[in-house]
């Protein structure tokens, strides 16, 4: 099976400051999909951006961006210009091309500082 | 409806009790998707429906624990016997087929006392 290691149990970060979240896989697989999630206190996870292992280029959306490293099987998520509400818990989860299973990290909390 | 949604929010129940826990998926989506998520955990993959047919159940823990999707729309979760260490949150999502990613609901936090 495969799996997924978030190494950072807890992170922080000045409001308007950048910071990087950590998130290593191990697969066997060629074609395989990644994802950070965020789970506010509400409990609902919610994407906040995904990654074709085919494409080589990072994908970012608006504040988030990722940096793919396929060879070294790292997937770190950046936000930048931190604001209080992405304080929240972040998953790193990892699906394969013909899978039907999300494998999750253990997260990372995060935390937002005015 | 909008989102997944999920029923009840919380569930307090005894020890040897049998519960149902009820999610409403995103209208069309095919695939749906049970997780369990322990305390300081990621979510585990329970079982998957593809359609009204369960095309992955090998995340059930063990034969306490069943889920239908009659119709292929709404899904239930039940669990039978109910111990303590069946305590979690239960969440539920759908996806469209094809479609990479899944969308959750906001789970049922599951007490056994």
């Known amino acids: 099976a495969q799996t997924v290691t978030q190494s950072q149990p807890e992170m922080s970060v000045q409001e308007a400051e950048t910071v990087t979240l950590s998130c290593t896989y191990d697969?066997?697989?060629?074609?395989?999909?990644l994802f950070w999630y965020k789970q506010p206190p509400s409990r609902q996870m919610i994407l906040v951006i995904r990654?074709?292992?085919?494409?080589?280029q990072n994908a970012t959306e608006n504040r988030f961006s990722v940096n793919f490293q396929k060879a070294a099987k790292s997937f770190s998520l950046k936000i930048s210009d931190s604001q209080l509400g992405d304080a929240a818990m972040y998953f790193c989860?990892?699906?394969?091309?013909?899978?039907?299973?999300?494998?999750f990290g253990t997260g990372t909390s995060l935390t937002v500082i005015p | 409806g909008a989102g997944v949604s999920q029923t009840p929010s919380n569930k307090v129940t005894e020890k040897g009790k049998y519960v149902e826990l009820r999610c409403d998926p995103i209208?069309?989506?095919?695939?749906l998707y049970w997780y369990r998520q322990s305390l300081g955990q990621g979510p585990e993959f329970l079982i998957y429906?593809?359609?009204?047919?369960?095309?992955?159940d090998s995340g059930l823990p063990n034969d306490r624990f069943f889920a239908v999707r009659p119709e292929g729309s709404v899904s239930t979760l039940k669990i039978q016997r109910t111990e303590r260490g069946d305590s979690a949150v239960y969440l539920c999502?759908?996806?469209?087929?094809?479609?990479?990613?899944?969308?959750f609901g906001q789970g049922t936090r599951l007490t056994v006392v």
């Open positions: 989860a990892y699906r394969s091309d013909t899978g039907n299973q999300f494998y």
């Open positions: 999502a759908s996806s469209l087929m094809g479609y990479t990613e899944a969308f």
């Open positions: 697969t066997s697989e060629s074609d395989y999909y």
């Open positions: 209208s069309g989506h095919t695939a």
């Open positions: 990654q074709e292992a085919y494409k080589q």
């Open positions: 429906f593809q359609g009204t047919g369960a095309a992955d």
